[in-house]
């Protein structure tokens, strides 16, 4: 499982890496970032709830 982050549609507003910080950061553009190739198991849930919660529906969960 991996993550993608529209960089043109995120806003920075954190919440993905408040979410699951195993898997996002927001870099110094304010732009979150995506930190880790693939997903591991036991941060998967945290991260599709990131993706869920996200206000600007920037993120995308590829399933393996």
């Known amino acids: 499982m991996r993550a993608i982050i529209d960089e043109e549609a995120c806003t920075g507003c954190g919440l993905c890496e408040e979410t699951c910080p195993e898997v996002f950061e927001l ?5 979150a970032k995506v930190i880790v190739d693939e997903i591991p198991e036991e941060a998967q849930d945290a991260a599709r709830e990131a993706a869920e919660s996200c206000p600007q529906e920037a993120i995308t969960i590829e399933e393996d």
């Open 27 to 31: 870099g110094d553009d304010d732009v």
